[in-house]
């Protein structure tokens, strides 16, 4: 069983189609799993009930028997999406987003939906409107956020992989923090439809896995044009297997100043260096570079996600969605405030109101205007560096995880921990998260950046630090 339970996604699914492993018994055996841990580590909210229930479509695909774990702001047609958040406890979405669809198609079954940040607004995943989530490695400490769940789901083996969504670096951090591989791609190349949005103009649906393979193969299924999105490159999705065996002999390695900033880790940025060199013995050429405009990016990140989050859960207000508070007797305003006011959590409250006072008439121009064009700026930086490198390579957190309840009284303090992650939104380029050592028995992360559409380089030197270092990131569970 625990063989069974330690094959990575890519050993898994050739496994099955071998005939070594049937895909109902591995179903089977990771809800057993489920069963048993999930009240012990709160990875799911909304668990599937066996085999066949997620409404697979074909045989003989890519993730053939797969249990495939599914952040909860993303839709699944029959299985409940509450964006953990209780104003969407008994939302059943009557469709599929594309993403889930793409993963029926190639024969990937729904292990259910992940725990999370209410509306993906976090960096711990204590902000659940349900129960908190822990990190594998230590009860006592947060998987990340926002797709905290996804990230515990996958390393403490209760999925093969997962998907989450990234706005500011919410596949990446919990990735760090857990010790597994996660990927945001460029914006546009994986289809949103389906996502329930937070931050429109800055997130992307992310693979979420054990192994830089796994990660690629989940990419290759999810990735391209959508009809159903106007906002998706158009162009036809992609293998990226192939770029796992290519080589990263005389790539140009830029490595900004500003990523190691105060508030660094000395165990996360020696751990940084040990994949940095590990790129070295591979033929790659490595320079100390800088990105001044970096020193923007929090600040124009939190305004411009907050201004958008204001606008989009304007819709949840228990008359066109979510669940309605008893309002016998109050006129529309009251019923509004007090279905929102006891359905959404404290952050979610705080991030609304932030939002708004940005879009508000006096303040649009010096605040979200502002931000927009700090934006611009952290793009151009982003553009003038990858003239001169292939990649840029930092850490994906500052530090390793952090204690449950160590931050949540200090907002301010528990968004600095995005001060590595947001950049990569903000540009719109690909970003990847891997395991590159540990800091007092827990994982950090190495985060690797590429240009617009540069995810199969990133994917590369991903898969070459992860061959060099040889971790073991099995979790003591």
């Not at 590990?278 to 907050?306: F, T």
């Not at 827990?442 to 060099?468: C, D, H, K, S, Y």
């Amino acid at each position: 069983m625990t063989r069974l339970l330690d094959m990575t996604l890519f050993e898994a699914v050739g496994a099955i189609k071998s005939g070594e492993v049937e895909k109902e018994g591995l179903f089977e055996a990771y809800l057993d799993r489920i069963r048993r841990l999930n009240p012990e580590y709160g990875a799911y909210i909304t668990v599937s009930q066996g085999t066949g229930g997620s409404g697979r479509v074909e045989d003989g695909g890519v993730l053939e028997g797969a249990p495939i774990a599914i952040k909860d702001c993303i839709c699944t047609k029959g299985i409940r999406t509450t964006c953990a958040s209780k104003i969407l406890r008994e939302y059943l979405p009557p469709y599929d987003a594309t993403v889930v669809s793409r993963i029926k198609k190639e024969g990937g079954e729904i292990a259910g939906k992940t725990n999370m940040d209410e509306f993906a607004m976090g960096s711990s995943t204590e902000n659940s409107g349900f129960f908190i989530c822990r990190n594998p490695w230590d009860k006592s400490r947060v998987p990340g956020g926002s797709s905290g769940g996804s990230a515990v789901a996958v390393s403490a083996r209760l999925a093969l992989a997962a998907l989450g969504s990234d706005t500011g670096g919410s596949v990446r951090c919990p990735a760090s923090f857990c010790g597994i591989v996660a990927m945001k791609a460029t914006y546009g190349l994986v289809s949103r439809y389906g996502l329930v949005a937070y931050a429109n103009s800055l997130e992307q649906i992310g693979p979420m896995a054990r192994d830089v393979r796994d990660c690629a193969m989940m990419l290759s299924v999810i990735s391209g044009q959508d009809p159903k999105d106007c906002t998706t490159i158009p162009r036809r999705g992609k293998d990226y297997l192939p770029y796992l065996d290519k080589d990263v002999k005389g790539l140009r390695i830029g490595v900004p100043r500003e990523f190691f900033g105060e508030g660094t880790n000395s165990m996360v940025e020696r751990g940084v260096w040990n994949g940095i060199h590990a790129l070295e013995e591979w033929g790659a050429h490595w320079e100390e570079a800088s990105l001044p405009s970096l020193k923007y990016a929090l600040p124009a990140y939190y305004i411009i996600a907050m201004s958008e989050a204001s606008s989009n859960l304007a819709r949840f207000d228990g008359i066109r969605y979510g669940t309605r508070e008893e309002d016998e007797g109050l006129n529309w305003e009251e019923s509004f405030s007090r279905t929102r006011g006891a359905n959404f959590g404290s952050e979610v409250k705080r991030r609304i109101i932030l939002g708004t006072f940005a879009l508000s008439s006096g303040y649009y121009e010096e605040y979200y205007l502002k931000a927009l064009k700090a934006r611009t700026l952290i793009r151009r930086g982003f553009e003038r560096l990858f003239k001169d490198y292939d990649l840029l390579v930092g850490p994906t957190m500052p530090t390793p995880a952090f204690r449950i309840g160590e931050k949540l009284e200090d907002p301010l303090e528990m968004y600095m921990s995005d001060i590595d992650t947001v950049s990569a939104n903000l540009a719109g380029i690909p970003a990847i998260s891997v395991p590159c050592g540990f800091a007092g028995g827990l994982p950090i992360g190495l985060q690797i950046m590429g240009p617009p559409l540069g995810e199969g380089m990133v994917i590369t030197a991903a898969r070459r630090i992860e061959e060099a270092l040889g971790l073991d990131l099995r979790p003591p569970v």
